[in-house]
């Protein structure tokens, strides 16, 4: 499993690299790399789940957030509520009640996943289990939060999805970002409940392993930032780098309370 692993996030890091240097040298963008691009990372954090968490909570924190993803955008879509006024096109392929593309809870899981895994890292061990379920929802929500301040405003220029409104944010409304945060706070906090995690239980993770789950996120966010610049997109691009490069670098720096000794 962890061959495969490796060989997933390789993959999927040298597509990803690949599509963004292919716009300097003239090479057109092909439509099958973003939902191949997406797979590839869901695969990764599928088996990164399985390896850090087991395959029980691995498959409960996918089930919840394709649930409560698909849940809160078809009900979005249908009615401008939790992220604002805004329909998908029919670039991301077919939709769930004609309303939302299957293919995003994917992209959701393969962001939510190293988020939660870098959240877990930051937040230290303590004994009310509750605050600190509480706390890991939040921050978990805001790392994931952070990678749509690059990425919905690319998005939304390769028209993917359309604002009926013109947004504070270029434009893009800032209710998203609070419904971006709710998607995967409720996500967190369900899968930390149902699942009994425990702030003990996570201080044993590896830095070394969980550092494969930073990557998939740098990864992610660079190509977002990068896609941002090449369509002349410098201010969201700008603001993806400061939203989650600390997010980064403490995930991949900071050892947990059993390896701190």
Do not use: C
């Not at 300097?24 to 997406?38: A, D, K, R």
């Not at 509520?81 to 096109?89: E, I, K, M, S």
């Not at 998607?183 to 009994?196: K, P």
């Amino acid at each position: 499993m962890r061959k495969l692993l490796i060989a997933l996030l390789v993959l999927y890091t040298a597509l990803t690299f690949y599509t963004v240097l292919s716009f300097f040298v003239g090479i057109s963008f092909q439509p099958i790399f973003t939902p191949l691009l997406s797979v590839l990372a869901f695969g990764f954090a599928v088996v990164h789940g399985s390896l850090r968490l087991g395959w029980r909570r691995a498959l409960l924190l996918l089930g919840l957030t394709f649930a409560v993803s698909l849940l809160f955008e078809s009900l979005g879509v249908a009615t401008g509520l939790v992220y604002g006024p805004y329909h998908y096109t029919d670039k991301l392929g077919p939709k769930f009640l004609g309303l939302v593309p299957y293919l995003i809870p994917v992209a959701w899981f393969m962001m939510t996943y190293p988020s939660y895994i870098i959240a877990s890292r930051l937040l230290p061990a303590q004994k009310n289990v509750w605050r600190w379920r509480l706390g890991v929802a939040a921050l978990g929500a805001l790392i994931m939060t952070a990678w749509d301040l690059a990425m919905d405003p690319m998005m939304v220029a390769g028209e993917h999805w359309t604002w009926e409104v013109q947004g504070a944010y270029f434009g893009v409304p800032l209710q998203n970002y609070f419904g971006w945060w709710l998607t995967v706070f409720v996500t967190f906090l369900l899968f930390l409940w149902i699942g009994r995690l425990s702030p003990q239980r996570e201080a044993q993770s590896n830095l070394a392993f969980d550092r494969l789950a930073v990557l998939s996120y740098a990864v992610t966010g660079l190509s977002s930032v990068i896609v941002d610049l090449q369509v002349g997109l410098g201010g969201p691009g700008l603001v993806g780098i400061f939203a989650m490069l600390p997010w980064v670098l403490m995930g991949w720096g900071r050892p947990s309370v059993a390896e701190s000794g």
